[in-house]
């Protein structure tokens, strides 16, 4: 099995968990942006949010409020970012869904601020983009 966060799943890889329910886990990411950062994972192999079941989503989120919360209690952070790569022009190297948890402090040097533009989008594409959403 080539996917690495499979082999974690499957423990033919380690890693430092932190908590674990029946359908996720979240771990520490070996090279972390500041102190916490973990990742949550689905047990299931979905190379994104698109192609994981619904069922994975509240395991998942259950896992990120547990691992943030105990993050927060321990460590003293109380603020986050709670990301996700999707795609490799979005910066996702592993292609096996999983959401980060970023814990952040004032004055941190990270950074998720970026140059903003104003909407150039029609009123016509905003309605085709409305409608199309409700087929999903
Ligand atoms: P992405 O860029 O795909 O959103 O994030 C992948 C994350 O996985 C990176 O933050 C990276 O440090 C982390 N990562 C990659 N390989 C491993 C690994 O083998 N173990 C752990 N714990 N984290 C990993
Ligand atoms: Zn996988």
Redesign the pocket.
């Known amino acids: 099995m080539e996917c ?1 966060f499979c082999k ?1 799943v499957n423990q033919e ?1 380690e ?2 968990k932190i908590y674990e329910n029946d359908k996720a886990i979240s ?5 972390p ?1 500041s102190n916490g ?1 973990s ?1 949550v994972i689905p047990k299931y192999h979905a190379s994104n949010l698109f192609d994981l079941p619904r069922d994975y989503w509240m395991a998942m989120h259950t896992a990120l409020i547990a691992t943030s919360k105990a993050i927060e209690k321990v460590l003293g952070f109380t603020n986050f970012n709670f990301m ?2 999707h795609g490799k022009y979005a ?5 096996h869904y ?1 959401m ?1 948890i970023i814990p952040r402090e004032k004055n941190d040097k990270l950074t998720t601020t970026h140059n903003r533009n104003k909407i150039t989008l029609s009123k016509e594409t905003v309605a085709q983009i409305q409608k199309t959403a409700l087929l999903f």
Do not use: E, S, T
């Open positions: 690495i974690i890889m890693a430092i771990f520490l990411d070996i090279a942006l950062h990742l996700n790569n910066g996702q190297v592993v292609f999983h980060h």
